[in-house]
């Protein structure tokens, strides 16, 4: 697999469902990042832990990460339509200046009214 | 909330022709970047950019590609001679810190289509 897959690669929820969706990664890392992206659009940055941290949490969104089996997960509770939009994962190596981001797959994920 | 601008949003360029993606990066942030995305598929790395010089570059950033921070705004990616292959739709990204500590910021994208 390619540093940086995620999965499901699609997953269809209905509102007010919780959402999970997986990434994994195969180098050592500095943090790992999460970011959606609305079809068509920019990407916009969620969340970002660090390899020393195992949980985080923000607004609706928690993160974890496992460094042992190098993966991550994200959590969206009580998902809303607006939250229907593409989700990757990112990861930042152990590196000097102007760290670069490795992103994955994506998730795209739908949620129904 | 600061923005990272990206002109125009889309462009449609012939083969062979030279392009000039535009960015306006977050005005203290220090750290550039530029990844593409083609159609259906990953956002990967082209070049990152710091102190006025190429920090680092992906294999796909040959030397067809060239990047400039021609004043203290702006932030270009030029293309030289454009290849159908180059149809992607190219993300500027700036950042306060090189270790991302704080995530990075992108742009909305300019979509270029090479016909």
């Known amino acids: 697999s390619q540093q940086g897959e995620e999965d499901p690669q699609a997953l269809s929820i209905q509102e007010g469902e919780n959402a999970t969706m997986n990434c994994s990664y195969k180098?050592?890392?500095?943090?790992l990042q999460w970011y959606r992206q609305n079809s068509g659009r920019g990407l916009v940055h969620l969340i970002l832990?660090?390899?020393?941290?195992r949980e985080k949490h923000s607004g609706r969104l928690r993160v974890t990460l496992d460094t042992s089996k190098k993966s991550s997960s994200l959590l969206i509770t009580a998902s809303r339509a607006a939250d229907t939009a593409s989700y990757f994962c990112?990861?930042?190596?152990?590196?000097?200046?102007?760290?670069?981001?490795?992103f994955g797959t994506g998730t795209r994920l739908q949620v129904t009214l | 909330e600061p923005e990272v601008t990206q002109t125009p949003s889309h462009q449609v360029t012939q083969m062979g022709q030279e392009v000039i993606l535009r960015c306006v990066p977050i005005?203290?942030?220090?750290?550039f970047y530029w990844y593409r995305q083609i159609l259906g598929q990953k956002v990967e790395f082209l070049v990152s950019?710091?102190?006025?010089?190429?920090?680092?570059k992906s294999e796909i950033f040959d030397d067809q590609f060239s990047v400039e921070r021609p004043d203290g705004s702006n932030f270009t990616l030029k293309i030289r001679s454009t290849k159908l292959e180059d149809s992607a739709m190219y993300f500027c990204?700036?950042?306060?810190?090189?270790?991302?500590?704080?995530?990075?910021?992108f742009g909305s994208g300019t979509r270029l289509t090479v016909v």
């Open positions: 180098t050592s890392i500095n943090n």
């Open positions: 832990i660090r390899s020393n941290e």
């Open positions: 950019f710091y102190n006025n010089e190429i920090s680092e």
């Open positions: 990204a700036s950042g306060q810190t090189g270790s991302s500590r704080y995530g990075y910021t």
């Open positions: 005005s203290n942030h220090l750290y």
């Open positions: 990112a990861t930042v190596p152990y590196t000097g200046t102007a760290s670069k981001l490795t």
